[in-house]
């Protein structure tokens, strides 16, 4: 079956602009995560979606990124006002149920010119 | 707040070796522990999870251990091939929360 995927696949944008990152986790994957991974940095947590339960949103780094996950599938991460620091490779995971293993897209590359 | 280390950074091990990445971390209190490889522009690949209950698990050539008590981890590469060239991340899921903390990645290259 079609594994989790994350589209762009690449994306370049300027200072100051808005961007949007998309997931579709595996179908039947109650829980979805969003990661982030800066050159040279471990991979950091974003926030975290399962079922219809509020997300948990303790990884977002600053108000400027907010995500959504609408009919408990497909997922989007917004990043306003992006920054130069905000590049990096945004990943998306999905499981079966919470806690259990994490199946990984492919990633978005985000570069904030 | 878990702190995860991988050791060594880099590897480079001639093919047909028996390899050990290491892994520590700070807070005992994981409710599992998985292993990823990631290739150079791709996502992750999940190899191996251990349960806080276990103490290891197998699949194929990859044997990964866990000793809860003393925060460490070990995955076993035996006989090593050219295509195991990769970064291998390990990452703990706490007690509180589903999200993953991560090492930096032991990156791994087997010559020919």
């Known amino acids: 079956g079609a594994g989790v995927s994350q589209s762009p696949s690449n994306k370049v944008t300027e200072k100051g602009k808005d961007v949007e990152l998309r997931c579709d986790p595996i179908?039947?994957?109650?829980?979805l995560y969003w990661y982030r991974q800066s050159l040279g940095q471990g991979l950091e947590f974003l926030i975290y979606?399962?079922?219809?339960?509020?997300?948990?949103k303790s990884g977002l780094p600053s108000d400027r990124f907010s995500a959504e996950r609408t009919g408990g599938s497909v997922s989007t991460l917004t990043i306003q006002r992006t920054q130069q620091e905000d590049s990096a490779v945004y990943l998306c995971?999905?499981?079966?149920?919470?806690?259990?293993?994490?199946?990984f897209g492919p990633g978005t590359r985000l570069l904030v010119l | 707040k878990q702190e995860v280390t991988q050791i060594p950074a880099a590897l480079s091990v001639p093919e047909g070796e028996n390899l050990v990445l290491n892994c520590s971390f700070t807070?005992?209190?994981?409710?599992?522990l998985q292993w990823f490889r990631q290739d150079p522009g791709k996502g992750l690949t999940s190899l191996l999870l251990?349960?806080?209950?276990?103490r290891e698990q197998t699949s194929g050539r990859l044997n990964a251990s866990l000793d809860k008590s003393s925060g460490r981890s070990t995955l076993y590469i035996a006989a090593s091939q050219p295509g195991d060239s990769a970064t291998y991340l390990c990452?703990?899921?706490?007690?509180?929360?589903?999200?993953?903390?991560f090492g930096k990645g032991t990156s791994l290259l087997v010559t020919p």
């Open positions: 995971a999905s499981s079966l149920v919470s806690g259990e293993t994490q199946y």
């Open positions: 179908s039947g994957h109650t829980a």
């Open positions: 979606f399962q079922g219809n339960s509020a997300p948990d």
């Open positions: 807070d005992s209190a994981i409710y599992n």
């Open positions: 251990i349960q806080s209950s276990q």
């Open positions: 990452a703990v899921r706490p007690n509180s929360g589903y999200a993953l903390n």
